[in-house]
């Protein structure tokens, strides 16, 4: 994540997204000789996904950003299968158990809480966050 000088809080997500493509095109050209679109996939899933969702359980992502990451799957999906549309992509992003951005987001960021609560390591958070306002 990259924080933007504003008045407020902000984050990029357009570095997520450039490193996304650049390890998906690398990928997808590697993958094409196999022939099978479920290798791209796999691929997908396990290499470019977790690129794209970096640190996203510890900021609080707008909806706009969330539409973008969005929309680097959908036109990934696009590029694997050749479908068009919106209604085509959404039903192979169903098939193909490839969750909504947002969706994605808040599972990582019940696991991060989760796993803070189970060990104990929100005190320390919540401690510091006492001693940075001080």
Same mark, same amino acid.
């Given at each position: 994540?990259?924080? %933007? ?5 902000? +984050?990029? !997500?357009?570095?997520?997204? %450039?490193?996304?493509?650049?390890? #998906?095109?690398?990928?997808? *050209?590697? *993958? ?6 479920? !290798?791209? !996939? ?14 996203? &359980? *510890?900021?609080?992502?707008? /909806? ?14 696009? /590029? ?10 959404? @039903? %192979?992003?169903? #098939?193909?158990?490839? @969750? @909504?951005?947002? &969706?994605? !987001? &808040?599972?990582? +960021? %019940?696991?991060?809480?989760? +796993? ?9 958070? #919540? ?6 306002? #001080?």
């Amino acid at each position: 994540m990259y924080l %933007v000088a504003a008045k407020c809080f902000k +984050t990029s !997500v357009n570095y997520l997204k %450039v490193k996304f493509y650049r390890v #998906f095109n690398c990928i997808y *050209s590697r *993958s094409k000789a196999a022939n099978s679109e479920m !290798v791209s !996939v796999h691929l997908l899933k396990m290499y470019c996904l977790p690129l794209l969702l970096y640190a996203s &359980e *510890s900021v609080l992502l707008s /909806k706009s950003q969330l539409q973008d990451l969005n929309n680097c799957i959908n036109r990934s999906v696009y /590029k694997i299968f050749g479908v068009s549309g919106v209604g085509a992509v959404k @039903d %192979v992003r169903n #098939f193909l158990a490839l @969750d @909504d951005v947002a &969706e994605l !987001v &808040e599972k990582r +960021t %019940v696991k991060f809480v989760n +796993t803070l609560i189970d060990c104990g390591g929100y005190v320390n958070l #919540f401690l510091s966050q006492l001693l940075v306002g #001080f």
